[in-house]
């Protein structure tokens, strides 16, 4: 006999019967084996790279546009992880905290100590998306959008974004100009490139085959589709726990325009 079940941390263990005993084997013993989760951060370039000697200045807050806006404290994220406490780092990843920092690297130029607080972000949501705690938060639910839309574009057309794949019914801040820049953009973009979609040089070119096809191989030896998947995975899983049908369409959109107003 045999059955999955969670310990209620995000871990799944497997069991199974054998006469006399149970045998328990630890399914994503990564966890385990890799140590504490600043190990596994340390793992990551970025944070090598990110995180040297920290003396809680708070030059990082003091320049920080988020912190102005958000409740938000780069500072404190550092502090946190610098303490290697595995229940504290867990609670940033499955937080909205880290889905705040918009990446502007103010805080690299500026940190006495030579750190770079946002490289120290950019490891905790790797592993927050590796692990699954990204669908805890809903800013890092976000996610999805955002492998569904840049992502694959990214694969699909090999740009991250193009004005036709700025979709009104997703941007609707962009008004009814945008509109009809959406509906006309062959007549419109076509003044400024030649190439505009069509096979040759120029800005905003339609990628010939060969060049997709070396691409697509570039995503997948680099581990770029598996960390697609991965996204898809635990969105899945967290789109039931939600009343979903899975990740489907209505799981995504929701997540990409619905904001609780609690980040504040």
């Known amino acids: ?14 069991y199974c ?10 399914l994503r013993s990564y966890l385990f084996c890799m140590g504490k989760y600043f190990d596994m951060l340390m793992e990551d370039v970025r944070m090598r790279e990110g995180l040297h000697s920290c003396m809680n200045c708070g030059v990082c807050t003091g320049v920080c546009p988020a912190a102005e806006f958000y409740n938000y404290d780069p500072r404190q994220i550092v502090n946190i992880v610098q303490t290697q406490d595995d229940d504290a780092i867990e609670e940033l990843m499955r937080s909205d905290v880290i889905w705040y920092c918009g990446e502007c690297m103010s805080c690299r130029p500026r940190c006495p100590r030579g750190n770079t607080p946002a490289y120290v972000i950019q490891a905790l949501r790797t592993l927050s998306q590796k692990l699954g705690f990204f669908v805890e938060s809903e800013k890092g639910r976000q996610q999805l959008a955002l492998k569904r839309t840049i992502g694959e574009n990214i694969l699909r057309t090999g740009y991250c974004v193009t004005p036709k794949l700025v979709k009104p019914e997703l941007h609707p801040e962009q008004g009814t100009v945008w509109e009809w820049i959406y509906e006309n953009d062959e007549e419109i973009y076509g003044q400024f490139s030649a190439a505009y979609n069509r096979p040759g040089a120029g800005a905003l ?10 691409l697509h191989r570039i995503f997948d030896v680099t581990g770029g589709k598996e960390f697609f998947d991965t996204i898809e995975r635990h969105s899945d899983r967290k789109a039931r726990e939600m009343g979903y049908d899975g990740a489907d369409d209505e799981y995504m959109m929701d997540t990409y325009t619905k904001n609780s107003n609690e980040h504040y």
């Not at 019967?17 to 630890?26: A, D, K, R, S």
């Open 205 to 214: 070119r339609k990628l010939d085959d060969r060049s997709m096809e070396e």
């Open 1 to 14: 006999m045999r059955s999955n079940i969670t310990d209620g941390e995000n871990r799944y263990f497997y």
């Open 17 to 26: 019967t054998v006469p006399g005993e149970w045998i328990t084997l630890l």
